[in-house]
């Protein structure tokens, strides 16, 4: 039995050669683009190889010249309408079959080309087909590098107006939450007129609403504007320690909603440092933030904080199930989720561990993430994710 490769776009094509060769006690591989074909070729070593002329990507006589290089004593078969005999010799197949195929010889035709029948050309008929397929080839190639210029072109204009309709609609969308949480504070505070216990009740609601809206709002603008190079930082002293501390403290009350429990080790004691320490307190909120809404309810989420001579290092593990390790990479992009369907059991647009990397990165630090249930952190070893964020301590000299 021997393994043969039908690259063929046509479906009755395909199931015709199919019929007879399997009958005749073949195995038949099917591929239905030059690209495809020529790959499945070099995989799998088939003992003959029957490639159709007009097929999709590359054309069957640029296929026949890319295996012929890679599989030198396999025979590879033009079988066409359309091809020339000449020039699929010239350019590396060893027989042309014409379609329609004889449905009575066609099974010991193939045989033949399987114990080692061959149709040769002149050899300077051979030059001849070359040279023009080379110029063929060298037009194609010129046409797709202007196609991919273009395409470049398009897509760097695209991204620019991504960004520039991220910037627009974060300052649309933020602009109105000023006069809304001022007035709500207003109402709360009873400076309105008196509030009953279901008017404060509702009032907290739509505290929360609001809190979570900001966050995603300023979560878009930090994108946008660290994608930008707008963001401006404003240096200063600031201890990374208490940062951290006044972060945790500061979520506290929502993750006692879940009955969350945060593990601690803050044992370095205070660590100086120079930077953007309401930025910083930021990330290191949205780091604390993830580690909170993707670990289940009744989970543990542990936070160490380490220190060398230059940098500051925060470690940040939590007991949910973590993410794929193909996606370890990638959850620092923008807009990038694991599961970003409407449907998924987290919500967030996808940009805060984004923000998170500029902000380190402008720190002359950065951030990484692992698999969790392989380190220590504040004495767990947890199996959610494991998301490591340094900062330098003095990033003007770092």
């Given at each position: 039995m021997a393994t043969i490769l039908h690259i063929e776009d046509d479906p009755q094509s395909q199931l015709l050669v199919r019929k007879l060769l399997v009958a005749a006690g073949h195995r038949v591989l099917e591929t239905v683009s030059g690209i495809e074909g020529a790959r499945v070729a070099t995989e799998q070593r088939p003992d003959l190889v029957l490639v159709d002329i007009n097929i999709p990507d590359l054309n069957g006589y640029e296929v026949a010249l890319l295996l012929r290089g890679r599989l030198p004593g396999t025979p590879i078969v033009a079988i066409t309408a359309e091809g020339d005999r000449a020039t699929a010799l010239g350019l590396g197949c060893d027989g042309f079959v014409s379609k329609p195929?004889?449905?009575?010889?066609?099974?010991?035709?193939?045989?033949?080309?399987?114990?080692?029948?061959?149709?040769?050309?002149?050899?300077?008929?051979?030059?001849?087909?070359l040279r023009a397929q080379g110029q063929r080839i060298a037009a194609r190639l010129e046409a797709k590098v202007h196609e991919l210029s273009d395409a470049n072109a398009r897509l760097v204009d695209a991204d620019q107006?991504?960004?520039?309709?991220?910037?627009?609609?974060?300052?649309?969308?933020?602009?109105?939450l000023t006069p809304l949480v001022g007035y709500l504070g207003l109402l709360q505070r009873g400076e309105l007129g008196a509030v009953s216990a279901g008017q404060r009740k509702a009032y907290t609601s739509m505290e929360e609403a609001l809190t979570r809206l900001r966050g995603t709002i300023d979560g878009l603008l930090d994108v946008t504007q660290l994608e930008t190079g707008r963001m401006k930082f404003v240096f200063g002293?600031?201890?990374?320690?208490?940062?951290?501390?006044?972060?945790?403290?500061?979520?506290?009350?929502?993750?006692?909603?879940?009955?969350?429990?945060?593990?601690?080790?803050?044992s370095v004691g205070r660590l100086p440092a120079t930077g953007d320490s309401a930025r910083l307190q930021r990330a290191v909120g949205h780091v604390l933030d993830n580690a909170a809404k993707f670990g289940p309810e009744g989970g543990v989420v542990a936070v160490e904080v380490r220190a060398s001579a230059t940098h500051c290092e925060l470690l940040v593990n939590d007991s949910g199930r973590g993410v794929g390790a193909e996606w370890l990479s990638r959850i620092f992009e923008p807009f990038v989720q694991a599961d970003g369907s409407t449907t998924r059991e987290h919500g967030g647009a996808g940009v805060g561990l984004a923000g998170v990397r500029g902000v380190a990165e402008a720190h002359d630090g950065g951030v990484v993430a692992e698999p969790g249930g392989l380190h220590l952190v504040a004495g767990q070893k947890l199996p959610g994710l494991l998301v490591r964020m340094q900062v330098a301590r003095d990033p003007r000299s770092a």
């Open positions: 195929i004889n449905v009575g010889t066609f099974a010991r035709t193939v045989e033949e080309f399987l114990k080692g029948a061959r149709e040769a050309p002149a050899e300077a008929e051979r030059v001849d087909v107006r991504r960004r520039e309709f991220y910037r627009n609609v974060t300052h649309e969308l933020a602009t109105p002293p600031y201890d990374f320690t208490d940062l951290v501390r006044r972060a945790i403290e500061a979520r506290k009350p929502l993750t006692a909603k879940r009955s969350q429990r945060w593990i601690t080790d803050l």
